[in-house]
């Protein structure tokens, strides 16, 4: 069983509807937890970063961490098809020098 | 903005073949990292190195060797590449101490290996 697990896709959803993409993990050492967006023929950009449980919030964005679950999520509202990309969730115990253990990635597509 | 930067971005290279990668990151950032990215496997570590000529082994570190002579350049190289080692590689940076921030990726090099 991996680590951390991740639907693979493909996710496509009609420009303007709130996407949700989840991520499970089996490490309870894990303490810190990244969204990261790939474009096509692109690295990973960092979207979004959280430590322990609870909500943060980005403009359309939000990331949720539920530690009694092992159970993280980001949500996008008002879609918008510069938003098709896959997302990687990552994760690690401790923070800069701790090596991420990745999510395989869901790719999503916003249908205009 | 943190900037990495991956000196190709398409590289075909021969089996048997030494390759060299390049990585150079802008930020002055002590940590720095190379992956592979593989369809259905995600990103794989594949060595890690958390000051220049220090060098730690990643989860898949077998047919690869790091190279970190100065602190802003992380090389990557296949000793004698083979037709696994095809893949997208992927170098990333992050700092120490109290502006630790998550990692930051370039834009990676797509490598075929004929």
């Known amino acids: 069983q991996k680590e951390v697990e991740q639907d693979p896709g493909p996710l496509s959803v009609p420009e303007g509807a709130i996407v949700s993409l989840n991520c499970t993990y089996s490490?309870?050492?894990?303490?810190?937890f990244m969204w990261y967006r790939q474009y096509s023929r692109k690295g990973p950009e960092l979207l979004m970063y959280?430590?322990?449980?609870g909500n943060k919030e980005d403009g359309r964005f939000t990331a949720q961490v539920d530690k009694s679950s092992k159970y993280i999520s980001l949500f996008i509202r008002d879609s918008q098809p510069s938003d098709s990309a896959t997302y990687l969730c990552?994760?690690?115990?401790?923070?800069?020098?701790?090596?991420?253990?990745f999510g395989t990635g869901t790719r999503l597509t916003i249908i205009p | 903005d943190v900037k990495v930067t991956q000196s190709s971005r398409y590289l075909v290279k021969r089996t048997g073949e030494k390759v060299f990668l390049e990585c150079v990151q802008d930020?002055?950032?002590?940590?720095m990292f190379w992956y592979r990215q593989d369809p259905g496997l995600g990103l794989r570590l594949i060595y890690f190195?958390?000051?220049?000529?220090?060098?730690e082994k990643g989860d898949i570190p077998e047919g690869y060797s790091v190279s970190r002579e100065k602190k802003e350049r992380f090389s990557l190289i296949l000793e004698s590449a083979s037709t696994n080692q095809t893949s997208m590689y992927l170098c990333?940076?992050?700092?120490?101490?109290?502006?630790?921030?998550?990692?930051?990726f370039g834009d990676g090099t797509r490598l075929s290996i004929l």
């Open positions: 190195s958390y000051d220049v000529k220090m060098k």
């Open positions: 490490n309870s050492a894990f303490q810190y």
């Open positions: 959280t430590y322990s449980s």
């Open positions: 930020m002055d950032h002590e940590n």
């Open positions: 990333a940076s992050s700092s120490q101490g109290t502006s630790n921030q998550p990692q930051h």
């Open positions: 990552a994760m690690s115990a401790n923070f800069g020098n701790e090596k991420l253990t």
